[in-house]
């Protein structure tokens, strides 16, 4: 199986079957996203501890990129510290841009391919906006620009 294949797979997975979704009735943040271009929505609820993302689960509809994308962040970041997230989505960033990122990101590697497709990059990021939105308290709702 080749990386590319692998990577496949890893969004196919998460995009048919997203870990840690659901509501979360105390929340200590809550976001809505919303992404008109491709029609995925979703809202993420997260638990915070000191600092740190102690929990999190989201619930939304979309294509599987977003959904996937919201899965796999939602295990990236479970347990780190806000710092750590804010670096993370830099890199995440940067990976679904450029198609490459200087720091190891894990699974997140998957969505290297999004660099061939700029009006998905809006997908990838979506859950990441509301998460970053959220965690610096912006506003409750967010749409990818
Ligand atoms: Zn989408």
Known sequence: MSLRDLYQEIIVD???????????????????????????RLTLYIKEKSGTVDTLCFEGTGCAISMASASLMTEAVKGKSIIEIKKLYEAFHQL????????????????????????????ATLAWHALISALSNDSNSVTTE
Do not use: W, Y
């Open 14 to 40: 998460h995009g048919k079957t997203p870990r840690n979704t659901g509501q979360m009735p105390d929340a200590t943040h809550c976001q809505c996203g919303h992404n008109p271009l491709c029609g995925d």
């Open 96 to 123: 679904v841009t450029e198609g490459k990122t200087a720091i190891d990101v894990g699974k997140l590697m998957a969505f290297s391919g999004v660099a061939e497709f700029p009006v998905r990059v809006k997908c």
